[in-house]
């Protein structure tokens, strides 16, 4: 459980109101990981949604090769900003994997607890896909602009 003064103090759960806050952080916890350290792989079940409260994550796609595994970055995380969005997309599987770009602290909410308040919530589950659609389409452009610049 965390505070959910903690919680304010994010863009991603603007508009909220004071007992939504309080339902959220009482699902949601504060973790730290070193840095390099994965917070999930790519296929993993998608058991948490993540806001990143300090340092940086990269997101990268692992490709497994007759020869070994390479990597390709997909995108970096900055702070204030969610991420492990699959936990609001079926089939609920990380399809990128998540590692510390320096150390790095996270508050990770329940997934599924999180979809159960949203769906009896109505207020609180249009708030939080508003965020979700909105992060999404932040990475589709992202994605594109790199797609716009292999062409070239």
């Known amino acids: 459980m965390v505070s959910p003064e903690l919680l304010r103090r994010h863009r991603f759960f603007g508009g909220l109101r004071e007992d939504e806050l309080a339902a959220i952080a ?23 949604l993540y806001i990143l409260i300090s340092g940086a994550v990269d997101l990268i796609y692992e490709i497994h090769r007759a020869d070994g595994m390479d990597t390709s970055y997909v995108g970096t995380i900055n702070t204030g900003e969610p991420f492990g969005l699959s936990a609001f997309v079926e089939p609920y599987a990380f399809n990128a994997t998540a590692r510390a770009h320096g150390p790095v602290k996270t508050l990770a909410i329940d997934a599924h607890a999180l979809r159960a308040l949203t769906e009896l919530d109505c207020h609180l589950g249009y708030t939080v896909m508003r965020q979700v659609a909105v992060a999404l389409a932040e990475r589709l452009g992202f994605a594109r602009a790199q797609l716009a610049a292999c062409d070239q």
């Open 26 to 48: 009482m699902i949601a916890e504060e973790c730290s990981y070193p840095n390099a350290g994965v917070i999930f792989r790519e296929g993993e079940k998608a058991s948490r």
